[in-house]
């Protein structure tokens, strides 16, 4: 069994930075791959970042790339979203996911993913 837990939302203004965190426990040996998505209200769940198990594969979803960095701590069990040059749109609830085995072909795809956090907030001011 496993748990992910995300926290560190908040509210930023447009410019500014947030790191969020995702605290996995249980059976924690078994996790390859943590990933971020985000979904706003109304709209469809976007694909953020992903890492495997040392940081040794990185991606980034387009709308991203250059602002955001993914990161994992194996020792503590935590994977790390640091936001950099925020903007309003960027505002949604973030979710981090998690799974035991990872796929160069949907690793974009939430459907790939077995564990998941209940979200943290983010909200960009304009």
């Known amino acids: 069994q496993v748990q992910v837990a995300e926290s560190g939302g908040g509210l930023v203004q447009a410019g500014g930075s947030l790191r969020l965190s995702c605290a996995a426990s249980g059976r924690v040996f078994s996790i390859f791959v943590m990933a971020w998505f985000r979904q706003a209200p109304g709209k469809e769940r976007e694909f953020v970042g992903v890492?495997?198990?040392?940081?040794?594969?990185?991606k980034y979803g387009d709308s991203v790339k250059g602002r955001f960095t993914i990161s994992r701590d194996d020792a503590t069990n935590t994977a790390y979203l640091q936001m950099h040059g925020l903007k309003h749109e960027d505002t949604a609830t973030y979710y981090c996911?998690?799974?035991?085995?990872?796929?160069?072909?949907?690793?974009?795809?939430?459907?790939?993913?077995?564990?998941w956090g209940q979200g943290t907030q983010v909200t960009v001011s304009a």
């Open positions: 890492a495997t198990r040392g940081g040794h594969n990185i």
């Open positions: 996911a998690a799974d035991d085995d990872y796929s160069i072909n949907s690793y974009s795809s939430a459907g790939e993913y077995t564990y």
